[in-house]
């Protein structure tokens, strides 16, 4: 079974600019978490996509969305690029079956703001 | 809010020893994960904690968790180089589905 990919996996961008993140789960998983990981901040939750619909959202400015598809690849967006903003940015998938609800993280993308 | 804590933050052991990671939580939580990171890599599941009183082994490294205290411990023995890495834990918000990861502990092996 293949994984968790993401794509760029690497990114450079400038202040200002806009950027798109994309996850692809593992095959029939329909939940898709989004992690933004600093040295600073840790590894911080941003949202959660569940069957097309944002089921959880973290504490993280409007500039940060997302969003999935009915083949639960999910997007993510972040406008107006700051300079805090680069990080890498984790996506995960879990099957949302049963009780144990394991996350499997994809490779990353390294999200640089310069 | 929930809120987990690691220790220590850095750790740096010879080969051979035996040393613990700590992870204390603070609500109510009994799904508790812990996962290994690499420099410049993404997480890679180690151990999924799912009762009071879980215990699981892989090799060298032993997780268990203890709800009541709200501490899980993973415990590494007769440390290898290989081990060297960044350890998370991480606790399930129920009703959210939230995971909430700990500061991480880099553990570094001396030959």
């Known amino acids: 079974k293949a994984g968790v990919t993401q794509t760029p996996r690497y990114l450079i961008k400038t202040r200002g600019q806009q950027v798109t993140l994309s996850c692809s789960p593992i095959s029939g998983h329909r939940s898709v978490s989004w992690y933004q990981q600093t040295p600073g901040q840790g590894l911080q939750f941003l949202f959660e996509y569940f069957s097309e619909t944002q089921r959880n959202k973290g504490n993280f400015p409007g500039r940060f969305s997302g969003r999935q598809f009915s083949n639960s690849r999910s997007e993510m967006n972040v406008s107006t690029l700051e300079l805090g903003d680069s990080a890498l940015y984790l996506c995960?998938?879990?099957?949302?079956?049963?009780?144990?609800?394991?996350?499997?993280f994809g490779p990353g993308t390294r999200l640089t703001v310069t | 809010e929930l809120k987990v804590e690691q220790n220590p933050l850095f750790l740096s052991m010879q080969e051979g020893k035996n040393y613990t990671i700590y992870c204390n939580y603070s609500t109510t939580s009994d799904r508790l994960y812990w996962y290994r990171q690499d420099p410049g890599k993404s997480l890679e599941s180690l151990f999924v904690?799912?009762?009071?009183?879980a215990v699981k082994q892989e090799g060298r490294l032993m997780a268990s968790l203890d709800t009541k205290a709200r501490l899980s411990t993973l415990h590494i023995t007769a440390a290898v180089h290989d081990l060297s890495a960044t350890y998370f834990c991480a606790v399930l918000n129920f009703g959210n589905e939230k995971l909430t990861f700990g500061t991480g502990t880099r553990l570094t092996i001396i030959p």
């Open positions: 904690l799912l009762s009071n009183g």
């Open positions: 995960a998938s879990s099957s949302d079956l049963g009780t144990i609800y394991e996350q499997y």
